[in-house]
């Protein structure tokens, strides 16, 4: 299956949990973060959808981010991950198991039950 | 090498946040947030962040009703509290006598007066603030 062929709705619900998890492992800025996304499968995330999350959990405590200088260029804003965001990942990561997992049973129970 | 039509948009997205009301620092980090991210991929920025004005609405959704009722309220307080204290004290100090809890006139009068020229100030404020605004959409 393609990249392109994921519904907008199922994105908006996984994009937050897939970005604090990229954020988990080190630190990014968002270009990085959207190739990260793509890398993953979950196809090309746009920039007006991708920095006001970023800025939101920013502003939720759950990132922070601090500008580093580039070669002439406007340099580049990167994303850490708090205590807090960590957290809310793992619980999210618990949460998302069980929900895939009730989710994937009521919408193919034939694959469910192999 | 960043689409033609970066600095156009950006400019758009600059007004539009301004329009917003978005502080400067706010404004500045988002508009070198999405410069930067237009000279990586070479985007064209229409595309990648959609129209500048729904953009900025995602950052600095406007506060143009609160603030409004906010003014009117404030305008009834600071101009019924001021002037009734202003003519109390002018009244008094007129007959020689005190005004509340035993104070002077020149007490009611002082206060009075504060109170009224920081309702003026607050109402030039916002008007300059709406013409500036004005300026920027047209």
Request: zero cysteines; glycine letters at 12%; proline letters at 5%.
């Amino acid at each position: 299956m393609g990249d392109a062929a994921w519904p907008s709705e199922w994105l908006r619900g996984v994009l937050g949990p897939a970005v604090l998890s990229i954020l988990s492992e080190r630190e990014a800025y968002g270009y990085l973060i959207a190739q990260r996304l793509e890398q993953g499968g979950l196809g090309h995330v746009k920039g007006g959808t991708l920095y006001p999350l970023l800025a939101r959990y920013e502003s939720a405590g759950l990132l922070e981010s601090s500008w580093q200088e580039g070669d002439g260029g406007p340099g580049r804003k990167f994303f850490t991950i708090t205590e807090a965001g960590a957290a809310e990942l793992s619980g999210l990561r618990e949460r998302w198991a069980a929900f895939s997992h009730r989710a994937g049973a009521l919408i193919n129970p034939e694959e469910a039950m192999r | 090498m960043t689409h033609p039509d970066t600095d156009a948009y950006l400019d758009e997205l600059r007004t539009a946040l301004e329009l917003r009301d978005a502080s400067d620092h706010q404004t500045a980090d988002i508009i070198r947030q999405t410069r930067s991210h237009l000279i990586d991929t070479g985007e064209d920025p229409y595309e990648a962040f959609g129209d500048p004005r729904d953009y900025a609405k995602q950052y600095a959704p406007h506060s143009t009703p609160v603030r409004f009722w906010a003014l009117i309220i404030g305008s009834v307080i600071l101009a019924t509290t001021g002037g009734w204290l202003l003519t109390n004290g002018i009244i008094n100090l007129v007959g020689g006598n005190t005004v509340l809890w035993g104070l002077p006139p020149v007490v009611g009068i002082i206060v009075g007066s504060l109170l009224i020229v920081t309702w003026m100030a607050a109402l030039v404020t916002v008007g300059v603030r709406h013409a500036r605004q004005r300026r920027i959409r047209n």
